[in-house]
């Protein structure tokens, strides 16, 4: 089990943390933080605040990623999914939503807009070489096996 701490930013004692919700779920919830209804126009992206900044071991990140409901019923979905929120940010955590759908769709204060999914970040050490292994594939990709 990894400790990973949540705090609520000033103002947002009414919004929920991140939460499961259900028992195995890979995902905690992230609710809008916004402060008046927020409406996305079809094809428009917009930073929806979370009201909540967080700190975990260095060995994880976290990722955000769209709820396939929203996907799927309305078109929404996180713009760069998955977000990466890094070990050492301390700031807000924000989600960038992206309306693909043909209807405007509106956000309210409290509403679950994404998920976060945590994980562990394996550390490697680089270095810079003239020449790679060998490999069958070689530099073949993008298809070239095949449709
Ligand atoms: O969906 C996201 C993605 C990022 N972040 C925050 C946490 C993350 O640690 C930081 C930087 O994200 P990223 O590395 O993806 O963005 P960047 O464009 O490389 O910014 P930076 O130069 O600050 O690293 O922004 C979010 O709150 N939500
Ligand atoms: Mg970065």
């Known amino acids: 089990m990894y400790p990973v701490q949540f705090k609520r930013l000033p103002g947002n004692e009414d919004v929920t943390l991140p939460q499961k919700m259900s028992e195995w779920a890979s995902g905690f919830d992230l609710h809008a933080a916004v402060t008046e209804e927020v409406i996305l126009a079809p094809g428009e992206r917009k930073l929806i605040p979370t009201g909540f900044a967080m700190a975990m071991p260095q060995e994880l990140e976290a990722q955000i990623r769209p709820r396939s409901g929203l996907a799927y019923k309305h078109g929404i979905t ?6 990466t929120i ?3 940010y301390r700031g807000e955590v924000k989600v960038l939503l992206i309306n693909l759908g043909q209807e405007p769709f509106s956000i309210t204060r409290g509403e679950r807009i994404a998920q976060m999914v945590f ?3 394996p550390q490697v050490t680089v270095e810079e070489v003239s020449e790679l292994s060998d490999t069958v594939r070689g530099a073949g990709g993008f298809g070239h096996t095949g449709k």
């Open 86 to 88: 890094d070990a050492d």
């Open 119 to 121: 994980q562990v970040v």
């Open 78 to 83: 996180c713009l760069n999914t998955p977000g």
